[in-house]
């Protein structure tokens, strides 16, 4: 794929979808790093409806120590291996606290090292809440890279670097966002919707569908 072809993909993203975001409900660091852990393997509904329980009651590192481990599930038990995130959050806000004074840090090494937190949800951090231009990639950026061949790659890093080398600087704030929301709803994993994708006649997937 050129050059021309990537800035005129991302231009038409951004036409239909001048300011996307992420789907998770936050209104602080702190919230979307919490909601970012909760996610994986998880729905942004299914953590949306556990967090505007638990947020209201706790949306800080104290607070979440606070309530505890067992205190903690009792919110989030309807989330997919809660057992799992309720122990990597509340150490995660006992770093936190010990650590970087009760904030999120806007750093990288720095958000790798909490227990919960991989590359993936440090760049969703860094991209959504502090302004990065990084690229979060999960399954749905990796498919839309590969199947549109935006930016093919066998692995998730290599899909990072490749996107993050060939994504017009314009675009490249708010490309993660456009990539996920279109693996989401339109280049879905078991049939595309390419009868109604605004890229489809830029996109070089071959076994296009009506």
């Known amino acids: ?25 936050y209104r602080s660091p702190f919230e979307l790093l919490v909601a970012v852990i909760l996610s994986a393997q998880a729905t942004d509904k299914g953590v949306n409806k556990a967090t505007s329980q638990l947020f209201p009651v706790a949306n800080t590192p104290e607070k979440i120590l606070d309530l505890g481990v067992n205190g903690l599930k009792r919110y989030i038990r309807t989330i ?7 122990k990597n959050i509340i150490e ?8 970087h004074d009760s904030e999120v840090p806007e750093d990288r090494k720095a958000l790798e090292s909490l ?5 993936k949800t440090a760049n969703v951090v860094l991209n959504t809440a502090f302004g990065h231009p990084t690229m979060a990639v999960d399954t749905h950026i990796f498919r839309v890279a590969n199947r549109t061949k935006l930016a093919p790659g066998k692995t998730v890093l290599e899909v990072e670097k ?6 017009p600087k314009a675009y490249l704030q708010d490309a993660h966002h456009w990539l996920i929301l ?8 078991r049939k595309p919707r390419c009868g ?7 996109c070089e997937y ?3 569908t009506d």
């Open 1 to 25: 794929m050129n050059k021309e072809k990537r800035q005129a993909i991302f231009a038409r993203l951004q036409a239909a979808d001048p300011n996307p975001t992420t789907e998770l409900n």
């Open 80 to 86: 997919g291996l809660f057992n799992t995130k309720a």
């Open 92 to 99: 995660t806000c006992r770093i936190l606290t010990e650590r």
């Open 115 to 119: 227990p919960g937190v991989g590359r």
């Open 162 to 167: 490749k996107l993050l080398k060939f994504t």
């Open 182 to 189: 279109h693996g989401r709803y339109t280049c879905i994993a």
């Open 196 to 202: 109604s994708c605004v890229i489809e006649d830029l």
């Open 206 to 208: 071959k076994e296009k």
